[in-house]
């Protein structure tokens, strides 16, 4: 069953219905699996770097994933580097705006966001060394199965690493069962969220990515420039909520580990996954310059953070958010020309 029609503006309101349940169903994944959590006893730091990020990813993976059984590489590969984007610049730079500075642990900025930068690095290797088959016949720039597979053995380590190194202090043990209390009391209701939550998800991911995939071919604009500003900025909501709740609750450390770790994960899982289901190749220039613009996105956030090592400030985030305007103006002028070629 495909949810679109040929109707534009019913398919709009698909788009907006399967925005909305993909966000609501994020949002109860992440309530349910924090309940969970508490069992682990790990800092809110990794807390926000694994769990928290990987629940507001869900979004991203879902449509990529599905994507990627329909063989839509640019869509996925568009959707992950403009999430990376809208989450560093727009979510991170409002966040930021917002709390007039933000302050993180020292760790995150030693090891978790240099971490961040090199699987940048690494992604942009893959591209630019390894070649997939193209739609068009040939080879293209693009990550495949043996690739996959690296990506998804690194974000397994990493999450080890987190897990067995990190531990939670008595007082966030015991502010956390205080605040876990009206969520969910016993595991077993708490994987009925999951399961719900998971279901969710997935019927809205189909609706996005059937209607902006069939709003491509009618308009003759490359799924790429779609997914990369509008699919990832409805993907990014999550992320953007709880960068903005961590602010207005003092949970630095949770808002800015949302960020780094969401878009860790993003390459480690979604790209990792997406790969062994098939190539995800490039098949346009606009491509190549969004996925080397997420490598310098990191850059600037890693010489931000160098600065003070402790606190992002209230000028920094205006400067995200101009670049997120410069990357958006980029791919929205890709796409008009597109339309009126």
Request: contains cysteine; aromatic residues 12%; glycine residues 10%.
């Amino acid at each position: 069953m495909e949810f679109h029609c040929e109707n534009l503006w019913l398919n709009i309101l698909i788009f907006i219905a399967g925005s909305w349940v993909l966000i609501k169903g994020s949002g109860v994944f992440i309530d349910s699996a924090a309940s969970l959590a508490r069992l682990w006893h790990v800092s809110e730091l990794v807390i926000g770097l694994t769990l928290v990020s990987i629940g507001t990813s869900l979004p991203e993976f879902a449509t990529s994933l599905y994507a990627a059984f329909h063989d839509q590489s640019d869509f996925i590969i568009g959707n992950i580097v403009g999430s990376i984007t809208t989450n560093i610049t727009l979510v991170l730079g409002a966040g930021v705006v917002g709390a007039g500075k933000l302050v993180f642990s020292r760790k995150l900025y030693s090891r978790d966001t240099v971490l961040m930068l090199g699987i940048f690095l690494l992604t942009c290797l893959m591209f630019w060394l390894i070649r997939v088959p193209g739609k068009d016949g040939g080879s293209v720039p693009g990550i495949n199965f043996w690739g996959g597979m690296l990506l998804l053995i690194l974000g397994g380590a990493y999450m080890g690493l987190l897990v067995r190194t990190e531990k939670e202090t008595a007082a966030e043990a015991a502010r956390r069962e205080k605040e876990a209390e009206g969520i969910c009391k016993k595991p077993f209701t708490c994987f009925l969220w999951l399961i719900f939550s998971l279901a969710m998800v997935t019927g809205g991911s189909k609706a996005m990515v059937d209607t902006v995939i069939w709003g491509a071919e009618q308009l003759r604009i490359d799924p790429m420039v779609i997914s990369a500003t509008i699919v990832a900025f409805g993907t990014s909501v999550p992320e953007l909520a709880v960068t903005l709740a961590g602010v207005l609750k003092k949970r630095h450390d949770i808002a800015i580990g949302n960020i780094v770790g969401s878009c860790s994960f993003n390459i480690f899982l979604v790209f990792g996954v997406c790969a062994l289901v098939c190539p995800l190749g490039i098949n346009s220039l606009t491509g190549i310059i969004n996925v080397f613009a997420v490598l310098f996105i990191g850059l600037l956030l890693y010489g931000f953070m160098s600065i003070r090592k402790n606190e992002l400030k209230r000028w920094q985030g205006v400067v995200f958010i101009f670049v997120y305007l410069v990357f958006l103006g980029y791919n929205f002028r890709e796409m008009l020309s597109r339309i009126f070629s």
